[in-house]
């Protein structure tokens, strides 16, 4: 019932036009005031689930993004990509996905993915003969891949509020990012063969190729170092952060492409985009406590042992819930409230943790880039000045394969198990 209470009383203040950070505080302190629990345990609640050094991460992760951005890396990185991959069929869109999956190894947001490749990809798309819905679709769909390439803001968030490693994570998603792209690049092809016919094809010399990949090297260089400073354990991932951010003021310095107005507007983006995910993180980590406080998990436990023991039951659960849920409140605050309530319940239906969280971050990555509430959707169609309507009839094949994914990761622990066991 409080389960229920909370959810409903969330989604009616989201209607009336309240923000996603204000309507989890309200119906948190309304819980709270309810249970005569004092105002002061309630900010105790909210001060303990931001106290956190690997939270620390975020702002870090995304600056980084905001100077890579700001300084080019994000256009030679897919000016380099788009070379590689431009002569195929659907050349621009495979491009879109695979410069989506580098970029996302630098900025950690799903958002930044999306603004970053769809300023720049959308032009030269809409050129080439793209229609601008299906542009936009590709961007969209390819940016909710990111939530599952290291180091996602999203992953650091689950790993801190589950207790688990985040070396662990980076690692465990690896694998079903792979898979998700490609699946995202098979639908790209058949449209760009059958449906979407385009004239695209990127003809270069093996100079142009050598230049282009000279440029990107630098920004090539910033995944390795971060991720493979984390999986060998030279640094944590706040420690990752930092290294990132220095690298990334060096590149900036060295392009000379960073005004002293474009450092201002840098700092205050990165200062905003932290501010509002670490609000939602705190104000959701009072509504969790409140949940834990009335012992919500014992009444959900005893709801769902219902179904707990049918595998396919509790994955079409599960991903029901978390899609409409990850899309109503952007992905993290529902993040952090459901996924200490449900990963006992996935223990029970046979899913280990870490099979359990990359499955969650995968289906969250879907509610991210559901129109017409997906945050990165109001980006994209924002870029490429159409209306979010235009694009739910283009992204209805992403969506298809990128739920068909999500079942096959379901049943296939392998996909998010096989590599952090082989490497322990």
């Not at 989201?14 to 309200?26: D, K, N, S, T």
């Not at 659960?317 to 006992?344: K, N, S």
């Not at 739910?392 to 379901?410: E, G, H, K, N, S």
Request: aromatic letters at 10%; proline letters at 5%; charged letters at 10%.
């Amino acid at each position: 019932m409080s389960f229920a209470l909370a959810f409903f009383g969330i989604v009616a203040l989201i209607l009336l036009g309240a923000p996603i950070v204000a309507a989890l505080g309200a119906v948190g302190l309304i819980q709270a005031t309810a249970s005569d629990v004092p105002l002061s345990i309630a900010a105790q609640a909210v001060f303990h689930g931001l106290n956190s050094f690997t939270l620390l991460a975020i702002p870090l992760f995304v600056l980084t993004g905001e100077i890579l951005h700001r300084s080019g890396a994000a256009e030679r990185l897919v000016r380099f990509v788009t070379i590689c991959v431009g002569w195929m069929t659907g050349g621009l869109g495979m491009s879109v996905v695979a410069s989506t999956m580098l970029f996302s190894g630098l900025s950690g947001s799903v958002n930044a993915d999306a603004a970053a490749i769809g300023s720049t990809m959308i032009p030269p798309m809409t050129k080439a003969g793209y229609r601008r819905p299906w542009s936009a679709s590709i961007v969209a769909a390819a940016s909710g891949t990111g939530i599952l390439i290291p180091p996602s803001i999203t992953m650091i968030v689950l790993g801190t509020v589950a207790n688990l490693s985040i070396r662990d994570l980076f690692l465990a998603s690896l694998v079903p990012a792979v898979v998700v792209a490609a699946s995202k690049g098979v639908v790209i092809y058949f449209y760009a063969k059958y449906k979407e016919p385009t004239a695209e094809r990127v003809r270069v010399t093996p100079r142009e190729l050598g230049r282009a990949g000279l440029d990107a090297l630098p920004p090539l260089i910033a995944p390795v170092i971060i991720l493979g400073g984390i999986l060998w354990g030279v640094f944590t991932a706040t420690e990752a952060a930092a290294v990132a951010v220095l690298y990334a003021v060096v590149l900036a310095l060295v392009y000379r492409s960073v005004s002293r107005a474009d450092w201002i507007r840098i700092f205050v983006n990165a200062g905003r985009t932290s501010g509002v995910v670490l609000s939602l993180v705190g104000m959701a980590q009072l509504l969790a406590y409140m949940l834990a406080y009335e012992q919500v998990e014992i009444q959900l436990a005893d709801w769902a042992s219902q179904f707990t023991g049918n595998f396919f039951l509790f994955v079409t659960i599960v991903m029901v819930l978390f899609w409409i849920l990850g899309a109503l409140l952007d992905g993290v605050p529902a993040l952090v409230v459901l996924i200490p309530l449900f990963m006992p319940l996935a223990a029970e239906a046979g899913m280990g943790e870490l099979h359990f969280a990359i499955f969650s971050l995968a289906v969250f990555g879907i509610s991210l880039v559901t129109p017409p509430l997906g945050s990165a959707c109001f980006i994209v169609t924002g870029i490429a000045r159409i209306r979010i309507v235009d694009m739910m009839r283009p992204m209805l094949p992403f969506m298809a394969v990128m739920f068909a994914t999500i079942v096959l990761l379901a049943y296939v622990p392998a996909f998010s198990e096989w590599l952090p066991n082989l490497i322990r």
